[in-house]
């Protein structure tokens, strides 16, 4: 490699690495929930938490891989958020 395609390389894969480490230190704290607590939580069923999260409605969820997750404090906040 020439050593500008060296420093470009290096230069992409520290910039990579501190995206991962911030993401990291980010979620640390974060109470991840499966899709069946969330499910429990709100008094609905999985499958009507899985059509509110097809349709744009409810709690933002993460996909994480094949997994939904939902943070804890999201939901919470969007629970105060439908107070009449």
Known sequence: ???TESDDFEARV???VERVLA????DR???WLT???VADRLGLA???LAN?????????????????R???AVVAAWVDSQRR
Do not use: C, F, H, N
């Open 1 to 3: 490699m020439a050593t």
């Open 14 to 16: 520290r910039a990579e």
């Open 23 to 26: 993401d990291r230190d980010r």
């Open 29 to 31: 704290g974060r109470r």
């Open 35 to 37: 899709p069946a607590q």
């Open 46 to 48: 999985v499958g009507t």
């Open 52 to 68: 509110w999260r097809v349709a744009g409605i409810g709690p933002k969820s993460v996909k994480m891989g094949r997994l939904v």
């Open 70 to 72: 939902y943070d804890e």
